[in-house]
């Protein structure tokens, strides 16, 4: 793993700007682990959803910005980091300790060199405990799912991903539960985007999983997604 501060992180880095929005509810235990890890000279958005264990301000206290989203949902506070993002390239990153936002720098160059328009994280679990079964059948059902509905070979949907924030908005959005990431997904398909996968280690979690820590989570997730696969193409323009 690379450290970030290192002049072999800061190397890789591309130039421009980034922001890196941080959806989060009650993770102030991964916090601290997570913002050290964002990559010299790129800026954090954590977006709190409701938390009531301090994280907030302890974002705000690391350096981070800090946007409150009362809408509860994984899809309402992605928004509302994109919306508050302003810089080139906006990436997505899970706020819990499970993924290391500095592994987003090849992310990043794939899309500044025009190699990709949406670059995603497949994520291999580190240990037992980084994926249960339940969550992994959820994402292998939704792949297939994905695949006959664009024809894209993608093993994971994965949080973790870089694309161009003007070319998202672009694709106008509009879940705002589990369906977030796959619409996301599903829309730049519609669109022609180049999108590309790489494998990036998943770690146990610090704390619950909000969406996907039960079955019951796991397939209300599939749910939502289903009804993201079932919206006809959209008329998207790049």
């Known amino acids: 793993m690379t450290e970030l501060n290192s002049p072999t992180a800061k190397r890789l880095a591309p130039a421009g700007s980034v922001d890196v929005v941080l959806p989060c509810l ?5 916090l601290p682990w997570v913002l050290e890890r964002i990559p010299s000279g790129w800026h954090a958005i954590v977006v709190d959803n409701g938390s009531t264990d301090g ?79 339940h969550a992994r059948a959820g994402n292998l059902v939704l792949a297939r799912m994905l695949r006959s509905r664009t024809g894209l070979r993608l093993h994971d949907l994965g949080p973790m991903r870089a694309v161009r924030r003007e070319a998202l908005l672009s694709l106008d959005l509009t879940d705002r539960r589990s369906g977030y990431p796959l619409q996301m997904v599903v829309r730049a398909a519609d669109a022609g985007w180049r999108v590309r996968e790489r494998d990036v280690p998943y770690l146990p979690r610090t704390g619950k999983s909000k969406v996907t820590g039960t079955w019951r989570g796991t397939w209300q997730a599939v749910r939502d997604m289903r009804k993201v696969l079932a919206e006809a193409p959209q008329e998207v323009t790049r």
């Open 26 to 30: 009650d993770e102030a235990a991964a």
């Open 55 to 133: 994280s907030a301000d302890l974002a705000r206290s690391l350096g981070a910005t800090v946007v409150t989203e009362t809408r509860r949902g994984f899809g309402a506070a992605c928004h509302a980091g994109l919306l508050a993002a302003d810089a080139d390239i906006v990436c997505f990153c899970d706020c819990d300790a499970s993924l290391d936002p500095g592994l987003l720098v090849p992310f990043v160059a794939q899309v500044v060199t025009g190699e990709a328009d949406l670059v995603l994280g497949r994520r291999c679990p580190q240990g037992s405990g980084a994926w249960p079964a």
